[in-house]
């Protein structure tokens, strides 16, 4: 069935260094992969996100990039502050406003 | 993006009880989706709750435990019936119609 798997379940980055966080989808169908920030006690927030005909998004410090062959998509963050800490989840879906297949979580820790 | 609320944020419920959770959004949206987070866990999609039909169910979620309304397009119920401590999570719904879904803060529930 669909799955998505991502990788690491937790990390460790000083202040000021880059996180990269990676997923890979089974569902070729998949078209849609949105990148959430949770944290504690709170729902997860969309941070961002790429549809399937875009290789690469940025906003600013965080930008997304997406491998359709590998079916594989990736979260890079610069230049990370302790706010950045949080638990990250990847997603696909069908759709932009279909089911959303989550990955298992990691949880980013930015030391100061 | 919409705004979700949800209610109860948190509860503390017996073994054996039913609890509804209700979520309102700020705007008209066909689609709402509830999720279920186990603690520690990613999230899983227990239904997706269309105004004017049945909900439709995923793979290992019945509507006996699960019941879901949803009378109008701003808001929906989701019941956890006859609870055990198995079903301690978070209970989170969501929003999409053609666009990125978005998360209430959900439904601490925690059964003793």
């Known amino acids: 069935g669909e799955n998505v798997e991502q990788h690491p379940s937790t990390l460790s980055v000083q202040e000021g260094d880059s996180a990269v966080i990676k997923c890979t989808y089974s569902?070729?169908?998949?078209?849609?992969f949105p990148w959430y920030k949770q944290e504690l006690g709170k729902g997860p927030q969309l941070i961002i996100d790429?549809?399937?005909?875009?290789g690469e998004k940025k906003d600013q410090r965080i930008a997304v990039t997406l491998n359709k062959t590998a079916k594989h998509f990736s979260l890079h963050i610069t230049e990370t502050q302790p706010e950045d800490s949080a638990v990250y989840f990847c997603a696909a879906s069908r759709g932009q406003g279909g089911k959303l297949i989550f990955g298992q979580g990691t949880e980013l820790s930015v030391k100061p | 993006s919409a705004v979700i609320s949800q209610k109860p944020s948190r509860d503390i419920c017996q073994r054996g009880t039913s609890l509804t959770i209700q979520c309102q959004v700020d705007?008209?949206?066909?689609?709402m989706f509830w999720y279920r987070q186990q603690p520690g866990q990613s999230l899983t999609l227990i239904a997706t709750a269309n105004q004017g039909s049945e909900a439709t169910y995923e793979s290992g979620f019945v509507i006996d435990k699960f019941p879901i309304s949803r009378p109008n397009l701003t808001f929906s119920t989701l019941t956890v019936s006859n609870m055990s401590p198995e079903d301690s999570s978070i209970y989170l719904c969501?929003?999409?119609?053609?666009?990125?879904?978005?998360f209430g803060d959900g439904t601490r529930l925690s059964i003793l």
């Open positions: 569902d070729s169908a998949s078209n849609y």
């Open positions: 969501s929003v999409g119609q053609e666009k990125p879904q978005h």
């Open positions: 790429i549809r399937s005909n875009v």
């Open positions: 705007s008209q949206v066909t689609m």
